[in-house]
């Protein structure tokens, strides 16, 4: 059964910084590609990056470019999220997804691409 468990959230000031992990199971991270997403109270869910499975080519939200990194340890089956220079607008609730590659137009923030979610992990940036 497929598994994505994510981790790593918590309260941070803004400035800090967080680690996010999503660690996948009964899936390959050689085949499926993974997101991230959010979702804020009162906002949709939001694409903010993902990792390619080929060859690990990664796409950003333009909200997060420069401050969010997406990488993976394939012997960990395991793709982290770094989340530098948080601001109280990063708070919100954040997913991994996973979605077989490559998707239709390589649509990276099309939710519905992807077929396996976790269970999210809360952010919280305030002072």
């Known amino acids: 059964q497929v598994q994505l468990v994510e981790s790593g959230g918590g309260l941070v000031q803004p400035g800090g910084s967080l680690r996010l992990s999503c660690a996948a199971s009964?899936?390959?991270?050689?085949?499926?590609?993974i997101g991230w997403f959010r979702q804020a109270p009162g906002k949709e869910r939001e694409g903010v990056a993902c990792i390619s499975p080929s060859d690990g080519s990664t796409y950003y939200a333009d909200s997060v470019k420069g401050r969010f990194t997406i990488f993976r340890d394939n012997a960990k089956n395991t793709v982290y999220l770094q989340i530098n220079s948080l601001k109280p607008e990063d708070t919100a609730v954040y997913y991994c997804?996973?979605?077989?590659?490559?998707?239709?137009?390589?649509?990276?923030?099309?939710?519905?691409?992807?077929?396996?979610w976790g269970q999210g992990t809360q952010v919280t940036v305030s002072a």
């Open positions: 997804a996973a979605g077989l590659w490559p998707f239709y137009d390589y649509d990276w923030a099309n939710q519905y691409e992807y077929d396996y």
């Open positions: 009964a899936l390959s991270l050689d085949n499926y590609a």
